[in-house]
């Protein structure tokens, strides 16, 4: 998980830094952090099942479900992590997508002078 994060990271640095004419590179950049954000994905939704089922086993010990889910939030920190992560890398894929679409429309709509 941590090489994840860290190419993560690695991308969005190389996103900051590209030219924003080079739609080769933002396509490449964009296909591949699309990539590695889904690995993280399934690495939130293992997370999600230890959240729901300390939740679960907290609930039949007795406890309240605000309580059980605030013992969860405790012994499941990724949980947080992992969704707060998830949700600036796709604020990213949206950047680049309308940084792409951006190109494409320029592309298409170029002025011709005669």
């Known amino acids: 998980m941590k090489s994840t994060l860290e190419r993560i990271a690695e991308l969005i640095e190389e996103y900051n830094s590209t030219d924003i004419f ?22 939130r ?7 729901e ?26 949980m947080y992590q992992l969704r707060r992560l998830l949700e600036s890398g796709y604020r990213v894929v949206d950047a ?3 940084n792409i679409s951006f190109l494409k429309s320029e592309m298409y709509n170029v002025t011709k002078d005669y």
Not at 45 to 51: G, L, M, P, V
Not at 53 to 78: D, L, W
Request: glycine letters at 4%; charged letters at 30%; a positive charge.
């Open 22 to 43: 080079d739609g080769n590179k933002l396509n490449q950049q964009l296909k591949e952090l699309t990539s590695r954000l889904y690995h993280i994905e399934t690495m």
């Open 45 to 51: 939704t293992k997370a999600h099942e230890s959240y």
């Open 53 to 78: 089922k300390v939740i679960h086993t907290k609930v039949a010990e007795g406890f309240s479900v605000a309580r059980a889910t605030n013992e969860a939030k405790v012994e499941v920190p990724e």
């Open 96 to 98: 680049m997508r309308t």
